[in-house]
């Protein structure tokens, strides 16, 4: 009796439990593509990565002048390899003109390495 019951459950609830599965199969690929989008890097723009360099600049005085290379380029640094923006920012110095240049990562807008010229 117990497996008539059954069976019995089972032919009246199918296109329930088809549903259910369909939907569970959804939400599963769903979250897979999404998770699969989401591992995508995307490239900060370089003019907010200019923004941040000239706010730290900007705090020990006031700055003449400031550019970027908004295409980024390859860099290889100790077997890594990125994709980096080149920059620059120029201020007066004890009356004279002096010149920074930086590298930033596109991915993540670090500033890797900042040197005077």
Known sequence: ??????ETFYDSNR???????????GIVIGASLVALC??????????KILDNVKKMFL???PIEGSWI????????R???ET??????????????????EF???AYTGTIIDIYKL
Not at 70 to 76: D, I, K, Q, R
């Open 69 to 76: 290379e908004l295409h980024p380029v390859p860099l290889t």
């Open 59 to 61: 705090a020990d005085g």
């Open 38 to 47: 989401a591992g995508r890097r995307k490239k900060v723009n370089g003019d």
């Open 78 to 80: 100790f077997s890594s």
């Open 83 to 100: 994709d980096v923006y080149y920059g620059g920012i120029s201020r007066k110095e004890n009356d004279e003109l002096v010149q920074y």
């Open 15 to 25: 296109e329930r439990i088809l549903a259910g599965i369909l939907l569970t199969s």
């Open 103 to 105: 590298i930033a990562d």
């Open 1 to 6: 009796m117990l497996f008539k019951d059954e």
